[in-house]
């Protein structure tokens, strides 16, 4: 018997029950509220992250603590979902409370009600209408991307939320790029928390994680579903999620050349344009796109540093800089760290969307493979726009892969070189 074991058999039955119910033991801290003055928390997590249990926990310590919350809504998309999920769930109100605390769930109702006289009432968030009249003290909403009609129902529940000194909400959700996902976090009252899938893995089958887990690990599906990140996708964009996940590969082959693609800032100060640096090789016609090393605020030096390891690394064949704005400085500020570096200069003749379109059709072609996920360039790629911005700012992640693309698939090559990577 070890030691854990052993302080364990020395428990009662009561004390042992009261170990398995406390929160504050056995919840991550991505679980639990955050600190200070805050109207909404936002909890944003993969699929089985544990946003239920940090739900239902919150509801159960505003239930249940010195000073009782009560009414509490509990609005998830329909009734049906409010019930299965938050309140009858795995990890739902019914299934975290030692027996003592455990409310009553009226399903005639749709109550629950504690033995301290709490309460806490489900709605739908598919019916806006039902939140019009009642008030609570707090509320808890479920897969609030999800809901038919989320602006209807969010800004009835915020006419409710008026009783007590500071009436708080909280909103666990796997995210999307919807308008009301945006509203909320924009708020100055909001705290965000982010929870991934894997945080959580020892309490998911096993067999979740070795196949779904596994399988989408590494795409966009993946990272909205599985870390919880907000995917943009701006709709005149060149590039789509589908598309480059399509256009994805575990490894490159034995390549034929391989270019380092620079786009140098002008400056480096706190507000100037990130050093877009892109490695990307080329086999029997498709390129393969092997890494982004952007940096954000660099010195040339500390740039150009860079662009000379990638080439060693890479064992490249030559470093593609635009020099329209840096001219000359610009192949000087590598030559510098290495005289023998062998810089081709190219100059932009055309606007960034013009550039681009040729190497986005080649995406659709299956000309181009991503190895691996690269994730803030595709963001840039799917948030592209004829305004020659992505979310509003200069693409530079993206004029980099145009440079190493266009050298590679678009411009006749030089002699090739085989080597593996």
Known sequence: ??????????????????????????????????????????????????????????????????????????????????????????????????????????????????????????????????????????????????????????????????????PQQLVTTTPKPIKLLKRIMQDPSTRVTKMKTDENRHNLAPSFVNSIVSQYRGTSLGRQELEGEILENAEDALWSRHLIDMSRANSAPELERIVIAVDPPVSSHEKSDKCGIVVAGVSQGCVYVLADATLARATPLKWATKVVELYDHFEADCVIVEVNQGGDLVANALHQVNPNLPVKSVHARRGKWLRAEPVALLYERDGVRHV????????????FTSNGKANGHSPDRLDALVWAVTELALVRSNRPRIRNI
């Open 1 to 166: 018997m070890n030691r854990i074991e052993q302080l364990l058999s020395q428990l009662s039955q009561n004390e042992l029950e009261a170990l398995k119910f406390d929160w504050s033991i056995w919840s991550r801290i991505s679980q639990r509220p955050p600190n200070g003055d805050w109207t909404t928390w936002l909890l944003l997590g993969g699929r089985g992250a544990g946003k239920t249990r940090a739900g239902a926990e919150w509801v159960r310590a505003n239930a249940t603590g010195v000073s009782p919350k009560s009414p509490i809504a509990l609005v998830g998309e329909t009734i049906s979902d409010a019930r299965a999920v938050m309140v009858e769930g795995h990890s739902g109100l019914l299934a975290i409370h030692p027996m003592a605390e455990r409310p009553m769930f009226n399903r005639s109702r749709n109550e629950l009600e504690w033995p301290n006289g709490a309460i806490a009432r489900l709605y739908s968030a598919s019916d806006p209408e039902s939140l019009r009249g009642p008030q609570f003290s707090s509320a808890w909403c479920d897969e609030t991307c999800k809901w038919p009609d989320p602006d209807a129902a969010w800004d009835m529940l915020q006419f409710c939320m008026r009783l007590g000194e500071r």
């Open 372 to 383: 691996g996920l690269l994730a803030e360039l595709e963001d840039e790629m799917c948030n």
